[in-house]
């Protein structure tokens, strides 16, 4: 399975006229796979000008398709993320059925629950952290380390109230 991993930010991809759940990233997933059949294209042109069909494309047509793994700006998931999800908490249930000699059907709502909470928040503490950077260079004109911003007093209560939930 091949996957590429997408962000959204505010942009075009969110449409106001549009109230469609979870219209921004299933609009993002839709172009994942076109990039990557114009990109293929584009390698067969520049290396492979004279021929009608380029390896590149050949290639690509025999793989499986590329799945966009799509998260945005307020948390929401695309489906092939609910497919990936969905991969995980069945592999999970198993081993908690293994471990534990009960059902694994018993363990998937939670474990559902337990892992969109958890990619949904590191989405969220993301982006979170990208905008207090963005303010703070804005306001003050320093870039704080991404690994573990330093806000200041005020910014450090501000940001564990917006990551972490208060």
Known sequence: MALDIKTLSSGRFYD????????AVRSRQAEVATEYVRRVGKADEKYFP?????PFKELYDS???VHGLVVGMY???????KKVQDLVVERQAKLWAERTNLPAEEAIPRLTAQIRRRW???ALKSNAEVRFIAARRIMLGDVPDLASPDLGPEGD????SATLGG
């Not at 106001?16 to 219209?23: G, L």
């Not at 004279?50 to 380029?54: A, E, K, P, S, V």
Request: net charge positive.
């Open 63 to 65: 793989l499986p398709r």
């Open 16 to 23: 106001r006229t549009n109230t469609t759940r979870c219209h």
């Open 50 to 54: 004279d021929r009608q069909h380029g």
């Open 120 to 122: 949904a928040l590191t």
């Open 75 to 81: 948390g929401e998931l695309s489906p092939d993320v």
């Open 157 to 160: 209560a501000l940001y564990h």
